[in-house]
């Protein structure tokens, strides 16, 4: 038996380049049923998985299809000459997608992956489809912080989640309890009895409803509540929520609203609490930029490809700021009827201009990522590196508004 390595934590350039390339990945199809897929878990030594595969590979000998037994037979074999550097699988295992790719008008290219995956690989698989098996892989992205949201006053309530730096409402209710208003005497006595019961009746509903959607959700971290003045701490102190669920309250905030804007809000207003969360990190850098950009006399900010470019190769960038969002590459291009080269960034490279010497297509020399490009800058000069996620407020404005890329200075550039 072999002895396993601890897990690898990867970091966060690593988990997003694992996630880019499952994308590409998933876009893949074959023309048969000829992709090979192969899971292989930390402890498995390679030439067990080796032995696994030259078995495969004499079986598909029998594939009916000339083409598809072909295309199978050299996956399998360059997945066996991949695997030729590795003794034994990294610390959380191997999983390798190799086959012939639909190229449209009855073409097919070859292409293969070998990824390290952000945690390990539980059990090994072998699958061979049109389409690679990704499946399990995307658990391994998945945010694991989990927090429940509550806003509540007498009139509304809305339970929502916060995973990683998402926030999905789940139910929002109206209460039935009567506005109150001036009566006198006995039926202001009667009207306040009945208000009061109104209020419990709809705060038990509502603890019912967070039990129902908390209560059994391992991930959760805790629970935040928030709502106008001091209803939320009336239902949390009189026991509205199960036990298990009140011993999570990580606290109280204030909010204006008790809707889906009353979640946003009481993400905002718990950041204290949510510090260690990147949601906040990330809210922080990006209101910190927000802050140098409209300054009046123009404060330590670029943004936008070339500005930023320029700060990186001036070594003035103190914190790169890059969404997550972006997918841009970078290409070298050469004419290959005059040699006239240039380099261009492009969000689709199926669209490429001609040579603007002699009319003629260009072919792409080399192409990279750029946020690679940016990040190996940012690299050369010390400058540290954020990714923003693009699902959060301040991700999608760092895309809408500065396409993306942005960038904190060391001092102002002229
Ligand atoms: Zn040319």
Same mark, same amino acid.
């Given at each position: 038996?072999?002895?396993?390595?601890?897990?690898?934590?990867?970091?966060?350039?690593?988990?997003?380049?694992?996630?880019?390339?499952?994308?590409?990945?998933?876009?893949?199809?074959?023309?048969?049923?000829?992709?090979?897929?192969?899971?292989?878990?930390?402890?498995?030594?390679?030439?067990?998985?080796?032995?696994?595969?030259?078995?495969?590979?004499?079986?598909?000998?029998? *594939?009916?299809?000339?083409?598809?037994?072909?295309?199978?037979?050299?996956?399998?074999?360059?997945?066996?000459?991949?695997?030729?550097?590795?003794?034994?699988?990294?610390? !959380?295992?191997?999983?390798?997608?190799?086959?012939?790719?639909?190229?449209?008008?009855?073409?097919?290219?070859?292409?293969?992956?070998?990824?390290?995956?952000?945690?390990?690989?539980?059990?090994?698989?072998?699958?061979?489809?049109? #389409?690679?098996?990704?499946?399990?892989?995307?658990?391994?992205?998945?945010?694991?912080?989990?927090?429940?949201?509550?806003?509540?006053?007498?009139?509304?309530?809305? *339970?929502?989640?916060?995973?990683?730096?998402?926030?999905?409402?789940?139910? !929002?209710? =109206?209460?039935?309890?009567?506005?109150?208003?001036?009566?006198?005497?006995?039926?202001?006595?009667?009207?306040?009895?009945?208000?009061?019961?109104?209020?419990?009746?709809?705060?038990?509903?509502?603890?019912?409803?967070?039990?129902?959607?908390?209560? !059994?959700?391992?991930?959760?971290?805790?629970?935040?509540?928030?709502?106008?003045?001091?209803?939320?701490?009336?239902?949390?102190?009189?026991?509205?929520?199960?036990?298990?669920?009140?011993?999570?309250?990580?606290?109280?905030?204030?909010?204006?609203?008790?809707?889906?804007?009353?979640?946003?809000?009481?993400?905002?207003?718990?950041?204290?609490?949510?510090?260690?969360?990147?949601?906040?990190?990330?809210?922080?850098?990006? =209101?910190?930029?927000?802050?140098?950009?409209?300054?009046?006399?123009?404060?330590?900010?670029?943004?936008?490809?070339?500005?930023?470019?320029?700060?990186?190769?001036?070594?003035?960038?103190?914190?790169?700021?890059?969404?997550?969002?972006?997918?841009?590459? #970078?290409?070298?291009?050469?004419?290959?009827?005059?040699?006239?080269?240039?380099?261009?960034?492009?969000?689709?490279?199926?669209?490429?201009?001609?040579?603007?010497?002699?009319?003629?297509?260009?072919?792409?020399?080399?192409?990279?990522?750029?946020?690679?490009?940016?990040?190996?800058?940012?690299?050369?000069? !010390?400058?540290?590196?954020?990714?923003?996620?693009?699902?959060?407020?301040?991700?999608?404005?760092? *895309?809408?508004?500065?396409?993306? *890329?942005?960038?904190?200075?060391?001092?102002?550039?002229?």
């Amino acid at each position: 038996m072999a002895e396993a390595q601890a897990p690898a934590k990867l970091s966060p350039m690593e988990k997003y380049r694992f996630k880019r390339a499952l994308e590409e990945v998933e876009k893949i199809q074959g023309r048969g049923t000829e992709l090979v897929s192969v899971f292989i878990p930390p402890d498995r030594p390679i030439f067990e998985v080796t032995n696994y595969l030259r078995g495969e590979y004499s079986q598909s000998s029998n *594939i009916k299809s000339a083409s598809t037994r072909k295309h199978v037979m050299q996956a399998i074999e360059s997945i066996i000459n991949r695997l030729k550097e590795y003794k034994m699988p990294p610390p !959380n295992g191997l999983v390798c997608f190799v086959g012939h790719m639909d190229v449209g008008a009855d073409q097919t290219k070859m292409v293969a992956y070998v990824l390290q995956p952000p945690e390990p690989v539980p059990s090994f698989l072998y699958r061979c489809d049109s #389409r690679f098996y990704t499946e399990p892989l995307h658990e391994m992205l998945a945010e694991k912080d989990v927090y429940g949201l509550l806003v509540i006053d007498q009139g509304e309530a809305t *339970i929502g989640l916060l995973e990683g730096k998402r926030i999905t409402p789940l139910k !929002n209710v =109206q209460s039935q309890v009567p506005r109150k208003h001036r009566m006198g005497g006995q039926s202001a006595r009667r009207f306040e009895r009945l208000h009061e019961q109104a209020v419990h009746e709809f705060f038990k509903k509502i603890g019912d409803l967070a039990t129902e959607a908390f209560l !059994n959700r391992r991930e959760l971290k805790g629970l935040i509540i928030g709502g106008p003045g001091f209803t939320k701490d009336t239902f949390v102190k009189e026991g509205h929520l199960h036990h298990e669920l009140a011993k999570t309250v990580l606290g109280t905030f204030d909010t204006g609203y008790t809707d889906e804007s009353g979640l946003r809000e009481l993400v905002a207003n718990a950041a204290e609490v949510l510090r260690d969360l990147d949601l906040m990190r990330e809210k922080n850098l990006v =209101q910190h930029l927000m802050d140098e950009i409209r300054k009046a006399e123009g404060g330590l900010a670029a943004y936008g490809e070339e500005q930023v470019r320029r700060a990186l190769e001036l070594g003035a960038v103190d914190t790169l700021l890059i969404s997550e969002g972006l997918r841009k590459l #970078r290409l070298d291009l050469r004419c290959p009827n005059c040699g006239h080269t240039e380099t261009r960034t492009v969000a689709d490279e199926s669209t490429l201009p001609k040579c603007p010497d002699c009319g003629k297509d260009f072919e792409i020399a080399s192409r990279t990522d750029i946020v690679d490009v940016f990040t190996s800058l940012a690299d050369r000069t !010390n400058a540290k590196v954020e990714l923003i996620s693009a699902d959060s407020d301040e991700g999608e404005l760092l *895309i809408k508004a500065f396409g993306g *890329i942005a960038a904190i200075l060391r001092y102002r550039v002229a």
